[in-house]
Structure formats: C-alpha cells, structure tokens
C-alpha cells in the first residue's frame, strides 16, 4: 500500500496528514493564496493545505472563508466579546480588520504552507 495521498495535485504522506488531523482526502482543501493581505506570514502565490475539520476559532489561527466578494484568508483573534478576522500585513487602511461574522462561512484551519523561495 501507499503512504501517500495526493490532494489537490499536491503529494502528502499519510503520516503529515494524520499529524494535521487529516484522515481522508475530503476532510482537505488546497488553496492557492493571492494577494499580500497576510504580509510575510502567507506570502502571494502560496499554497495553503486546509484542514476543513477545523472550523471553530482558534486563537491567533489561520482560516480561510467565505466572505461577500470571495474566499479570504486571515488570521483571527478574539477581543473583548468577538471575533476580529486580521491581517497580518501592516498597511491596515487597505487591510483593515473587520468583525469575524457568524454568516460567513468557515472553509478551515491552515495547517501547511508551501512556497516558492
């Protein structure tokens, strides 16, 4: 048997998976990453493996969801009684932060990043 499985074109091994809370292709997404929101912490043109099990907030996590005009990926925080999605690049006037809102929907947690050097 194999000790690989491929998603999204990429190859993982079932161990790195399983590490990442992956159990089966479907529980798995690949996202190509484009734009500079995320700063140096998910640089454009990355490739981020989203474990789609994991859709409760988590402090300081990564997510990608659905927002008005399309998927998103931010890291969010939890202050006072909410959640912030955030982006980690500094220009926060063309990035700014806005309410984490039950209505969006939750694709996932990342839990990999690969990209070009």
Same mark, same amino acid.
């Given at each position: 048997?194999?000790?690989?499985?491929?998603?999204?074109g990429?190859?993982?091994?079932?161990?790195?998976?399983?590490?990442?809370?992956?159990?089966? @292709?479907?529980e798995?997404?690949?996202?190509?990453?484009?734009?500079?929101?995320?700063?140096?912490?998910?640089?454009?043109?990355?490739?981020?493996?989203?474990?789609?099990?994991?859709?409760?907030?988590?402090q300081?996590?990564?997510?990608?969801f659905?927002?008005?005009?399309?998927?998103?990926?931010?890291?969010?925080?939890?202050?006072?009684?909410?959640?912030?999605a955030?982006?980690?690049?500094d220009?926060?006037?063309?990035?700014?932060?806005? @309410?984490?809102?039950?209505?969006?929907?939750?694709?996932?947690?990342?839990?990999?990043?690969?990209?070009?050097?």
């Amino acid at each position: 048997t194999s000790s690989e499985d491929v998603i999204g074109g990429l190859t993982f091994r079932r161990e790195f998976l399983r590490e990442c809370g992956i159990y089966t @292709p479907h529980e798995c997404v690949i996202v190509n990453v484009r734009g500079e929101s995320m700063g140096d912490t998910v640089a454009d043109g990355a490739v981020i493996l989203i474990n789609k099990k994991m859709r409760s907030p988590e402090q300081r996590k990564i997510y990608v969801f659905v927002k008005d005009d399309g998927p998103l990926v931010k890291r969010v925080v939890h202050e006072g009684d909410r959640w912030i999605a955030r982006s980690d690049s500094d220009n926060k006037r063309k990035y700014p932060d806005f @309410p984490f809102e039950a209505g969006q929907t939750l694709i996932g947690r990342a839990v990999w990043m690969g990209t070009k050097l």
